[in-house]
């Protein structure tokens, strides 16, 4: 990894970081979650912020193409596509100690307005996978109010009648 590293750091320039953050990430961190620990250290020994950052940028624009999409409801596939990269979105972001921000993906609207269209079935399992990285982290567990405000939300859900949705 290491060698790979100092390789990579040789030829990446700043022009590439968008293209290679797309591609790390919808060709590859979308399809391969048994590797996403691996893309992780790729990113964290390479130290390039702004590279870290465009793979952050092109996390959420997918997340919010797939939560987009008509056939999220109805294709398995794209739901395992977005279950993915929220367990990478909370693996790059809540297991490092850094937070989602409501301005790139407000995840307690996101839940709301699933209830309200219908799209719980890829909505919940989605943010549920997200804070998974909860588990890795020292400032995002219980009493976080941001954890417990989403965790109330999933429950708040959870026991409306006649709604159903499975984690």
Partial sequence: MQQKVREAREVLEPKFFKWLANQLVVKRICTQPNYHPTYLKFMTLLKINDFEDAVLECTYDNIRKLLSSEKIQTST?????????????????LARDRPVLARSLDLKELLYMAFEEGKLIAVAPFVAKVLEGCKSSTVFKPPNPWVLGLVSTLKEIYDVPGKFFFI
């Fill in 77 to 93: 596939q794209d739901r395992s596509l977005l279950k993915n990269i929220g367990s990478w979105l909370g693996m790059i972001t």
